[in-house]
C-alpha cells in the first residue's frame, strides 16, 4: 500500500524561518501531529550556513556578509558551510520518523536510498546523475547536490541542496580563506569540480526541476505525495524556535 506524504513548497523565507520551520517540522512529525513531509524552498535573502559542529569565526566573513546582505546561520545537521544563493539554488529537506520503513539504521546506507530519490530526478532531467558516497550527487565527476542529516527526537532530518547556477567567485568573498592566493585556487577548484544544471541544461525551469525530484521520491520510496500547508502548530513552534535559538548569538556561535 502506497503511503501517503505531505507536500509543501511555499517559496522563499530567510534563513532562521528555513531552518526553524525544517525543526520545527521534524519535531512536529515524530509527535505524530505532522505527515511525512517533503519540502522544498528558497533562501531570501541569500545565506550562508555552517554545519552544527563548526565555529562561525573561523568558517566565514561575517563583514562580507553583513555589506552584502546575506544572512549567516547555523544548522541543525552537520558538514560543512554552504553558500545559499537565492536564484542559484532550490533546497529540499525531509522528515520522517526513525522508524519508517524501509529505511536503513544505517546513516550511510539510508544516504544512498534517500540521495536515489535525486539521482532519479536529475535524470528525468536528462542530467546522468551518480551517488557519490557519503553524501553527493555528481553529474560526469561535478557536484550538482550536497546533502546533509541529522537523526534528533526520534526522527530523520535530511536537507540537501540542488543547484541551478553556481557563483564560486561570490562564494569565497563570503567564506573565510587564507590569502587572496589561495581565494583565487579556490574558485578555480569549484568551477572544475562543481556543476549546475543551469550549465548541465543551458536553463533552469525551477517548477520542472521541483517537479522531477518530488516524482523521484515518489517512485524511489514508493509513496504518494499531497500537496498541503504547514500546520498552526509548526508556524507557532517555528517562530519559538526562531528567536530563541536560530537567530540568537548563543546558538549561532556557540561553537
Known amino acids: 500500500m502506497t503511503t501517503r506524504w505531505r507536500l509543501l513548497q511555499h517559496g522563499a523565507r530567510s534563513a532562521y524561518e528555513n531552518m526553524a520551520l525544517d525543526e520545527a517540522i521534524l519535531r512536529c512529525v515524530t509527535e505524530g501531529t505532522s505527515p511525512y513531509t517533503l519540502r522544498f524552498y528558497r533562501w531570501q535573502p541569500s545565506a550562508v550556513s555552517i554545519g552544527y559542529f563548526q565555529g562561525v569565526e573561523q568558517e566565514v566573513d561575517r563583514q562580507a556578509c553583513a555589506t552584502q546582505g546575506v544572512d549567516v546561520i547555523r544548522r541543525l545537521t552537520g558538514g560543512g558551510a554552504v553558500y545559499h544563493d537565492y536564484d ?51 553529474v560526469r ?3 550538482i547536490s550536497g546533502n546533509a542529516q541529522t537523526r534528533r527526537f526520534g526522527g530523520i532530518l535530511q536537507h540537501g541542496t540542488l543547484l541551478c547556477e553556481v557563483d564560486p567567485h561570490r562564494m569565497f568573498t563570503l567564506l573565510k580563506v587564507p590569502n587572496e592566493k589561495i581565494r583565487d585556487k579556490l574558485i578555480a577548484g569549484v568551477e572544475e569540480r562543481v556543476t549546475s544544471i543551469g550549465r548541465e541544461l543551458g536553463e533552469v525551469d525551477r517548477e520542472r526541476v521541483t517537479r522531477a525530484m518530488v516524482d523521484g521520491f515518489a517512485e524511489v520510496l514508493d509513496i504518494e505525495l499531497e500537496p498541503g500547508e504547514l500546520t498552526d502548530e509548526e508556524l507557532a513552534l517555528a517562530e519559538e524556535l526562531r528567536k530563541e535559538r536560530y537567530e540568537s548569538d548563543a546558538w549561532i556561535f556557540k561553537r
Open 88 to 138: 542559484g539554488e532550490i533546497t529540499y529537506s525531509l522528515s520522517i520518523p526513525e522508524s519508517y520503513p524501509g529505511i536503513p539504521r544505517k546513516v550511510l546506507d539510508s544516504y544512498a536510498l534517500l540521495c536515489s530519490a535525486l539521482v532519479v530526478g536529475f535524470e528525468s532531467l536528462g542530467v546522468p546523475a551518480e551517488f557519490k558516497p557519503i553524501n553527493d550527487i555528481l
Open 141 to 143: 565527476g561535478k557536484k
